[in-house]
């Protein structure tokens, strides 16, 4: 668990945030991509769900770390699904994780500027600020898909410098994924943080060499 002096806002201009697993519960985009994905892939071609779980997992972990992996597009034409449908089907598990509504205010109101980046396709994102009150909170709204290049690159992050005129120097940068951190970390991002609690209906995950925050309490505290 993070400790509250452990952010010192005075050195901190721009809060950039990861979504999926920082401030909503990835339980939504876990249950959907290994469980929901996988029973309407076995229902369309007629096998069992273990089959099609079986078939689906190398297909999926060839992608993970790339640009298609987070793309809608591309999983909908590969598996001839209607992906954005079938999230919306499951749209009442997008929710919040603890606190998180409550730590955008606080941004806000220390005057920060706050600037989503997230690897979800723009459908997915469309989706989630369709079913939680946030877009209003961030100065911009970022996809990775924007540039062309996941966060786990050297090239998202200059193309984001060169988007934003980002001072590294000065930025704290959240995030749930440690590929993703490690790629902010050789970019130059000074202040890093990940979640401890990504997933709410799992246990804490390996949070590497980071420090970590359990609960937004303690950085709106701090």
């Known amino acids: ?21 920082t401030l909503l519960d990835l339980h939504f985009d876990s249950y959907f991509w290994l469980e929901y994905v996988p029973q309407k892939y076995a229902e369309k071609h007629s096998i069992s769900l273990e ?19 987070y793309c ?22 997008i929710s919040f994780r603890p606190d998180a509504d409550l730590f ?9 500027e706050v600037i989503m980046i997230t690897n979800a396709h723009r459908d ?15 100065d911009k709204l970022i996809s990775s898909h924007d540039y062309g290049y996941p966060k786990e690159l050297q090239a998202f992050w200059y193309e984001l410098e060169a988007a934003i005129g980002l001072n590294k120097e000065r930025a704290l940068f959240i995030d749930d994924s440690l590929p993703v951190l490690d790629s902010a970390k050789e970019y130059g991002i000074k202040h890093l943080l990940t979640i ?12 590497g060499d980071y420090e970590s925050v359990e609960d937004f309490q303690h950085l709106i505290q701090a």
């Open 104 to 112: 955008l205010h606080n941004l806000k109101e220390r005057g920060k």
């Open 51 to 69: 089959q099609s779980k079986t078939e689906l997992k190398p297909r999926f972990e060839q992608t993970y770390g790339k640009l298609e992996w």
């Open 196 to 207: 401890q609690y990504p997933d709410s209906k799992k246990g804490a995950k390996d949070i």
């Open 124 to 138: 997915s994102l469309s989706l989630k600020l369709e079913r939680l009150s946030m877009a209003h909170y961030f």
């Open 72 to 93: 809608l597009d591309y999983w909908g034409k590969e598996l001839d699904l209607d992906i954005v449908a079938l999230k919306r089907e499951l749209s009442h598990l």
């Open 1 to 21: 668990m993070i400790r509250t002096n452990m952010i010192d806002w005075n050195d901190v201009d721009t809060v950039l945030l990861d979504m999926d697993g």
